[in-house]
Protein backbone atom coordinates (compact mmCIF):
# COMPACT_ATOMS: atom_id res chain seq x y z
CA UNK A 1 0.00 0.00 0.00
CA UNK A 2 1.34 3.37 -0.72
CA UNK A 3 1.87 6.26 1.72
CA UNK A 4 -1.48 8.46 2.49
CA UNK A 5 -1.19 12.37 0.76
CA UNK A 6 0.54 14.16 3.90
CA UNK A 7 4.16 14.80 5.37
CA UNK A 8 6.88 11.46 4.20
CA UNK A 9 8.05 9.07 6.80
CA UNK A 10 10.54 11.11 9.17
CA UNK A 11 14.52 8.83 8.03
CA UNK A 12 13.22 8.20 4.61
CA UNK A 13 11.68 5.27 5.86
CA UNK A 14 8.56 4.22 4.82
CA UNK A 15 5.14 3.69 7.01
CA UNK A 16 5.07 -0.11 7.71
CA UNK A 17 8.68 0.41 8.39
CA UNK A 18 8.68 3.25 10.68
CA UNK A 19 5.68 1.33 12.37
CA UNK A 20 8.37 -1.00 13.73
CA UNK A 21 11.17 0.90 14.32
CA UNK A 22 9.90 4.64 15.32
CA UNK A 23 10.76 4.99 18.76
CA UNK A 24 11.25 1.43 19.38
CA UNK A 25 15.34 0.39 19.52
CA UNK A 26 16.36 -3.00 21.15
CA UNK A 27 16.20 -2.24 25.02
CA UNK A 28 19.53 -1.09 26.25
CA UNK A 29 19.78 -3.75 28.87
CA UNK A 30 19.26 -7.28 27.63
CA UNK A 31 18.20 -6.08 23.44
CA UNK A 32 15.02 -7.05 23.94
CA UNK A 33 13.37 -6.43 20.58
CA UNK A 34 10.06 -5.66 21.94
CA UNK A 35 9.99 -2.08 24.29
CA UNK A 36 9.70 -3.24 27.53
CA UNK A 37 6.26 -3.29 30.08
CA UNK A 38 7.85 -0.63 32.42
CA UNK A 39 5.25 -1.92 35.73
CA UNK A 40 5.86 1.32 38.01
CA UNK A 41 4.16 3.94 39.48
CA UNK A 42 7.53 5.61 41.00
CA UNK A 43 11.10 5.97 40.23
CA UNK A 44 14.69 6.01 42.62
CA UNK A 45 16.53 9.16 43.42
CA UNK A 46 20.04 9.32 44.13
CA UNK A 47 19.42 12.93 45.38
CA UNK A 48 16.44 14.82 46.48
CA UNK A 49 14.43 16.37 43.58
CA UNK A 50 17.19 15.16 40.91
CA UNK A 51 15.12 12.43 39.42
CA UNK A 52 16.90 10.93 35.69
CA UNK A 53 13.82 11.33 34.08
CA UNK A 54 10.35 11.44 36.07
CA UNK A 55 9.73 11.04 39.35
CA UNK A 56 6.17 9.41 39.23
CA UNK A 57 4.56 7.39 36.40
CA UNK A 58 1.78 9.72 36.24
CA UNK A 59 4.47 12.27 34.51
CA UNK A 60 5.86 9.57 32.44
CA UNK A 61 6.93 5.77 31.98
CA UNK A 62 9.15 4.53 29.53
CA UNK A 63 6.54 1.96 27.57
CA UNK A 64 4.27 5.16 27.26
CA UNK A 65 6.80 7.52 25.73
CA UNK A 66 7.95 4.72 23.05
CA UNK A 67 4.21 4.65 22.11
CA UNK A 68 3.95 8.22 21.89
CA UNK A 69 7.36 8.74 19.70
CA UNK A 70 6.01 6.29 17.21
CA UNK A 71 2.98 7.39 17.19
CA UNK A 72 4.01 11.35 16.83
CA UNK A 73 6.58 9.63 14.10
CA UNK A 74 3.40 7.69 11.78
CA UNK A 75 1.43 11.03 12.18
CA UNK A 76 4.03 13.43 11.08
CA UNK A 77 3.84 15.19 14.63
CA UNK A 78 6.15 16.78 16.91
CA UNK A 79 4.66 15.22 19.71
CA UNK A 80 1.57 12.83 21.00
CA UNK A 81 0.51 12.92 24.23
CA UNK A 82 -1.43 9.42 25.59
CA UNK A 83 -4.33 9.39 27.45
CA UNK A 84 -6.32 6.06 29.08
CA UNK A 85 -9.09 6.58 26.80
CA UNK A 86 -10.21 8.96 23.21
CA UNK A 87 -12.23 10.39 25.56
CA UNK A 88 -9.75 11.60 28.00
CA UNK A 89 -7.63 12.69 25.31
CA UNK A 90 -10.42 15.26 23.62
CA UNK A 91 -11.40 16.43 27.19
CA UNK A 92 -7.67 17.16 27.86
CA UNK A 93 -7.44 18.80 24.19
CA UNK A 94 -10.62 20.91 24.89
CA UNK A 95 -9.30 22.02 28.52
CA UNK A 96 -6.67 24.21 26.48
CA UNK A 97 -9.88 26.27 25.95
CA UNK A 98 -11.54 29.10 28.32
CA UNK A 99 -15.12 29.97 28.87
CA UNK A 100 -16.64 31.66 26.34
CA UNK A 101 -14.35 30.24 23.57
CA UNK A 102 -16.08 28.87 20.56
CA UNK A 103 -15.75 25.20 18.76
CA UNK A 104 -17.32 24.15 15.55
CA UNK A 105 -17.90 20.57 15.62
CA UNK A 106 -19.02 18.62 12.33
CA UNK A 107 -22.86 18.01 12.33
CA UNK A 108 -21.89 13.67 11.74
CA UNK A 109 -20.11 12.94 14.67
CA UNK A 110 -19.55 10.56 17.57
CA UNK A 111 -22.19 10.59 20.12
CA UNK A 112 -19.44 11.03 22.90
CA UNK A 113 -17.83 14.10 21.60
CA UNK A 114 -21.35 15.73 21.46
CA UNK A 115 -22.32 14.19 25.06
CA UNK A 116 -19.00 15.64 26.03
CA UNK A 117 -19.76 19.13 24.98
CA UNK A 118 -23.31 19.56 25.06
CA UNK A 119 -23.62 17.88 28.57
CA UNK A 120 -20.27 19.07 29.89
CA UNK A 121 -18.65 21.37 28.59
CA UNK A 122 -21.35 24.02 27.47
CA UNK A 123 -22.76 24.45 30.93
CA UNK A 124 -18.90 25.13 32.07
CA UNK A 125 -19.02 27.60 29.28
CA UNK A 126 -17.64 26.57 26.41
CA UNK A 127 -20.06 27.28 23.45
CA UNK A 128 -20.12 25.21 20.20
CA UNK A 129 -21.94 24.76 16.99
CA UNK A 130 -22.38 21.76 14.55
CA UNK A 131 -21.84 22.77 10.79
CA UNK A 132 -22.00 20.70 7.52
CA UNK A 133 -18.22 20.37 6.71
CA UNK A 134 -18.39 18.95 3.45
CA UNK A 135 -19.73 22.66 2.40
CA UNK A 136 -17.21 25.28 2.55
CA UNK A 137 -19.44 28.57 2.49
CA UNK A 138 -20.95 27.18 5.45
CA UNK A 139 -17.99 26.48 7.46
CA UNK A 140 -16.66 30.24 6.35
CA UNK A 141 -19.89 31.42 7.98
CA UNK A 142 -19.99 29.63 10.73
CA UNK A 143 -16.62 30.47 11.93
CA UNK A 144 -16.93 33.38 14.62
CA UNK A 145 -14.27 35.93 16.66
CA UNK A 146 -14.26 33.16 19.39
CA UNK A 147 -13.94 30.07 17.28
CA UNK A 148 -10.65 28.27 18.66
CA UNK A 149 -11.67 24.62 17.78
CA UNK A 150 -12.72 23.67 14.02
CA UNK A 151 -13.52 19.80 14.83
CA UNK A 152 -13.61 17.38 11.84
CA UNK A 153 -13.90 13.68 11.64
CA UNK A 154 -13.37 12.73 8.44
CA UNK A 155 -14.41 9.83 7.57
CA UNK A 156 -17.63 11.05 9.62
CA UNK A 157 -19.12 8.36 12.35
CA UNK A 158 -21.63 6.80 11.43
CA UNK A 159 -22.20 8.38 7.71
CA UNK A 160 -18.75 8.22 6.21
CA UNK A 161 -18.81 12.37 4.93
CA UNK A 162 -15.36 13.02 3.59
CA UNK A 163 -14.43 16.43 4.62
CA UNK A 164 -11.72 18.40 2.82
CA UNK A 165 -9.36 18.94 5.15
CA UNK A 166 -7.13 21.06 3.13
CA UNK A 167 -9.61 23.65 2.52
CA UNK A 168 -11.21 23.52 5.70
CA UNK A 169 -7.87 23.93 7.46
CA UNK A 170 -7.50 27.57 5.00
CA UNK A 171 -10.55 28.43 5.88
CA UNK A 172 -10.58 28.28 9.29
CA UNK A 173 -6.63 29.34 9.71
CA UNK A 174 -8.12 33.04 7.69
CA UNK A 175 -10.14 33.39 11.07
CA UNK A 176 -7.04 32.02 13.46
CA UNK A 177 -9.03 28.89 14.35
CA UNK A 178 -7.09 25.49 15.19
CA UNK A 179 -8.29 22.65 12.89
CA UNK A 180 -8.44 19.15 15.11
CA UNK A 181 -9.01 15.95 13.09
CA UNK A 182 -10.36 12.80 15.01
CA UNK A 183 -8.49 10.29 12.76
CA UNK A 184 -9.96 7.28 14.44
CA UNK A 185 -11.48 5.88 11.07
CA UNK A 186 -8.70 6.60 8.49
CA UNK A 187 -5.47 6.01 10.73
CA UNK A 188 -2.08 7.10 9.71
CA UNK A 189 -2.05 4.58 7.59
CA UNK A 190 -4.45 6.39 5.11
CA UNK A 191 -4.41 9.83 5.84
CA UNK A 192 -2.39 12.04 7.70
CA UNK A 193 -4.23 15.22 8.63
CA UNK A 194 -1.40 17.55 10.03
CA UNK A 195 0.45 16.77 6.32
CA UNK A 196 -2.76 18.71 4.57
CA UNK A 197 -2.76 21.57 7.11
CA UNK A 198 -4.93 20.25 10.15
CA UNK A 199 -2.97 21.63 13.62
CA UNK A 200 -3.74 18.64 15.90
CA UNK A 201 -4.92 15.21 15.09
CA UNK A 202 -7.36 13.16 18.10
CA UNK A 203 -7.36 8.76 17.79
CA UNK A 204 -9.20 6.54 19.80
CA UNK A 205 -6.29 4.23 19.89
CA UNK A 206 -8.74 1.54 21.39
CA UNK A 207 -10.16 1.42 17.29
CA UNK A 208 -7.44 1.02 14.67
CA UNK A 209 -4.24 1.67 16.27
CA UNK A 210 -4.70 -1.01 18.67
CA UNK A 211 -6.44 -3.38 16.25
CA UNK A 212 -7.33 -6.32 18.34
CA UNK A 213 -10.40 -5.18 21.09
CA UNK A 214 -8.40 -5.38 23.74
CA UNK A 215 -6.99 -1.93 25.42
CA UNK A 216 -8.98 1.58 25.82
CA UNK A 217 -6.80 4.51 24.77
CA UNK A 218 -6.80 7.68 23.54
CA UNK A 219 -4.07 10.21 21.90
CA UNK A 220 -3.35 13.76 20.35
CA UNK A 221 -0.61 14.60 18.04
CA UNK A 222 0.30 18.23 17.38
CA UNK A 223 3.42 19.90 16.49
CA UNK A 224 1.94 23.88 17.25
CA UNK A 225 3.89 25.09 19.46
CA UNK A 226 1.21 26.74 21.19
CA UNK A 227 -0.39 23.21 22.36
CA UNK A 228 2.52 21.15 23.27
CA UNK A 229 3.49 22.90 26.18
CA UNK A 230 -0.14 23.19 27.78
CA UNK A 231 -0.93 20.20 26.71
CA UNK A 232 1.76 18.28 28.11
CA UNK A 233 1.26 20.17 31.01
CA UNK A 234 -2.40 18.97 31.30
CA UNK A 235 -2.06 15.72 31.04
CA UNK A 236 0.32 15.19 33.75
CA UNK A 237 -2.01 17.71 36.37
CA UNK A 238 -5.24 16.22 35.05
CA UNK A 239 -3.64 12.66 35.23
CA UNK A 240 -6.32 10.97 32.22
CA UNK A 241 -3.18 8.52 31.79
CA UNK A 242 -2.47 5.04 30.33
CA UNK A 243 -1.20 2.11 32.13
CA UNK A 244 2.00 0.70 30.30
CA UNK A 245 0.60 -2.46 29.12
CA UNK A 246 -2.24 -0.50 27.28
CA UNK A 247 0.27 1.64 25.80
CA UNK A 248 2.37 -2.13 25.21
CA UNK A 249 -0.50 -3.56 22.93
CA UNK A 250 -0.89 -0.03 21.62
CA UNK A 251 2.69 -0.27 20.35
CA UNK A 252 1.85 -3.66 19.43
CA UNK A 253 -1.08 -2.50 17.20
CA UNK A 254 0.87 -0.02 15.62
CA UNK A 255 3.31 -2.71 14.17
CA UNK A 256 0.83 -4.38 11.55
CA UNK A 257 -1.49 -1.45 11.10
CA UNK A 258 -0.62 -0.62 7.94
CA UNK A 259 -1.15 -4.48 6.46
CA UNK A 260 -4.55 -4.29 8.24
CA UNK A 261 -5.94 -0.95 6.90
CA UNK A 262 -4.91 -2.53 3.61
CA UNK A 263 -6.97 -5.36 4.38
CA UNK A 264 -10.05 -3.54 5.95
CA UNK A 265 -10.20 -1.38 2.95
CA UNK A 266 -9.98 -4.22 0.54
CA UNK A 267 -13.00 -5.86 2.13
CA UNK A 268 -14.55 -2.82 2.73
CA UNK A 269 -14.75 -1.90 -0.90
CA UNK A 270 -16.07 -5.49 -1.97
CA UNK A 271 -18.97 -5.40 0.76
CA UNK A 272 -19.79 -2.07 -0.31
CA UNK A 273 -20.51 -2.99 -3.53
CA UNK A 274 -22.39 -6.12 -2.78
CA UNK A 275 -24.46 -4.07 -0.29
CA UNK A 276 -25.38 -1.43 -3.02
CA UNK A 277 -26.84 -4.41 -5.37
CA UNK A 278 -29.08 -5.66 -2.69
CA UNK A 279 -32.47 -5.06 -3.30
CA UNK A 280 -33.27 -5.40 0.53
CA UNK A 281 -30.88 -2.30 1.15
CA UNK A 282 -31.73 1.48 0.52
CA UNK A 283 -28.75 3.21 0.45
CA UNK A 284 -25.04 2.46 1.02
CA UNK A 285 -22.66 5.07 2.81
CA UNK A 286 -18.64 4.31 2.12
CA UNK A 287 -16.68 6.96 0.00
CA UNK A 288 -15.06 4.01 -1.85
CA UNK A 289 -18.29 4.07 -4.26
CA UNK A 290 -18.30 6.30 -6.94
CA UNK A 291 -22.00 7.48 -6.02
CA UNK A 292 -20.27 8.67 -2.78
CA UNK A 293 -20.68 12.41 -2.35
CA UNK A 294 -17.00 12.68 -1.08
CA UNK A 295 -15.54 10.12 -3.62
CA UNK A 296 -13.00 12.20 -5.37
CA UNK A 297 -11.50 14.25 -1.82
CA UNK A 298 -11.85 10.79 -0.33
CA UNK A 299 -9.31 9.67 -3.36
CA UNK A 300 -6.74 12.53 -3.42
CA UNK A 301 -6.45 12.68 0.89
CA UNK A 302 -6.47 8.93 1.61
CA UNK A 303 -4.57 5.89 0.58
CA UNK A 304 -7.96 3.81 1.14
CA UNK A 305 -11.35 4.32 1.68
CA UNK A 306 -11.31 2.71 5.10
CA UNK A 307 -13.10 -0.42 6.91
CA UNK A 308 -16.37 0.98 7.65
CA UNK A 309 -19.52 0.41 5.64
CA UNK A 310 -22.93 1.89 6.37
CA UNK A 311 -26.22 1.01 5.39
CA UNK A 312 -29.98 2.04 5.59
CA UNK A 313 -32.81 -0.50 5.36
CA UNK A 314 -36.60 -0.23 5.34
CA UNK A 315 -37.15 0.18 8.79
CA UNK A 316 -35.91 0.32 12.30
CA UNK A 317 -36.95 -3.10 13.02
CA UNK A 318 -35.96 -4.84 10.04
CA UNK A 319 -32.38 -3.15 11.04
CA UNK A 320 -32.17 -4.52 14.39
CA UNK A 321 -33.00 -8.23 12.87
CA UNK A 322 -30.93 -8.02 10.51
CA UNK A 323 -28.08 -7.33 13.36
CA UNK A 324 -28.87 -9.77 15.00
CA UNK A 325 -29.13 -12.61 12.70
CA UNK A 326 -25.22 -12.40 11.85
CA UNK A 327 -23.28 -14.93 12.96
CA UNK A 328 -19.81 -13.71 11.60
CA UNK A 329 -20.14 -10.40 12.24
CA UNK A 330 -20.52 -10.06 16.05
CA UNK A 331 -23.06 -7.80 17.59
CA UNK A 332 -21.20 -5.00 19.44
CA UNK A 333 -20.24 -1.92 20.00
CA UNK A 334 -16.86 -0.26 19.06
CA UNK A 335 -14.57 -0.70 15.26
CA UNK A 336 -11.40 -1.18 14.38
CA UNK A 337 -10.39 -4.75 15.45
CA UNK A 338 -9.40 -7.56 13.27
CA UNK A 339 -13.09 -9.25 14.24
CA UNK A 340 -15.96 -7.68 12.31
CA UNK A 341 -18.46 -5.84 14.32
CA UNK A 342 -22.31 -4.74 13.43
CA UNK A 343 -24.47 -2.64 15.34
CA UNK A 344 -27.42 -0.21 14.87
CA UNK A 345 -25.96 3.13 15.96
CA UNK A 346 -29.13 5.08 17.06
CA UNK A 347 -30.05 3.19 20.15
CA UNK A 348 -25.94 2.08 20.50
CA UNK A 349 -23.11 3.87 19.99
CA UNK A 350 -24.94 7.34 19.02
CA UNK A 351 -27.86 6.78 21.62
CA UNK A 352 -26.43 10.44 23.53
CA UNK A 353 -27.52 12.05 20.26
CA UNK A 354 -31.04 11.21 20.61
CA UNK A 355 -33.46 14.35 20.03
CA UNK A 356 -30.48 16.48 18.97
CA UNK A 357 -29.79 17.64 15.67
CA UNK A 358 -27.41 15.13 14.92
CA UNK A 359 -30.00 12.30 15.83
CA UNK A 360 -28.81 9.11 13.55
CA UNK A 361 -31.92 7.14 11.47
CA UNK A 362 -32.94 4.15 13.41
CA UNK A 363 -32.74 1.83 10.11
CA UNK A 364 -28.97 2.66 9.91
CA UNK A 365 -26.47 -0.32 10.16
CA UNK A 366 -22.83 0.16 10.54
CA UNK A 367 -20.44 -2.30 9.88
CA UNK A 368 -16.48 -2.69 11.10
CA UNK A 369 -15.31 -5.02 8.54
CA UNK A 370 -12.57 -7.08 9.69
CA UNK A 371 -9.76 -9.37 8.18
CA UNK A 372 -11.97 -12.34 8.26
CA UNK A 373 -12.25 -13.81 4.16
CA UNK A 374 -14.55 -11.54 2.51
CA UNK A 375 -16.95 -14.03 1.58
CA UNK A 376 -17.77 -15.19 4.34
CA UNK A 377 -18.37 -11.96 5.75
CA UNK A 378 -20.50 -11.38 2.59
CA UNK A 379 -22.31 -14.39 2.92
CA UNK A 380 -23.34 -13.36 6.37
CA UNK A 381 -24.48 -10.68 5.58
CA UNK A 382 -26.48 -12.46 2.43
CA UNK A 383 -28.00 -14.76 4.71
CA UNK A 384 -29.01 -11.73 7.19
CA UNK A 385 -30.44 -9.98 4.72
CA UNK A 386 -32.93 -12.79 3.83
Known amino acids: ?178 VVVDNTFATPAVQRPLGLGADVVVHSVTKYLGGHSDLIGGAVVTSDPDLVEPLAFLTNAVGAVPGPMDCYLGLRGLKTLGMRMERHGASAAEIATFLEAHPKVNQVYYPGLAGHPGHDVAARQMANFGGIVSFTVGSAEEAVSVAQRTEVFFLAESLGGVESLIEVPGPMTHASVAGSPLEIAPELIRLSVGIEHVDDLIADLDHALG
Open 1 to 178: MGDPPGDEMSDGMRFETAAIHAGQDPESLYGSVNVPIYQTSTYAQERVGEPKVWDYARGGNPTRAAFEAALAALEGGERCLAFASGMAAETTLFLTLRPGDHVLLADDVYGGTYRLLARVLAPWGLAFDTCDMTDLTAVRDAIGDHTRFVWIETPSNPLLKIVDIAAVASAAHERSAK
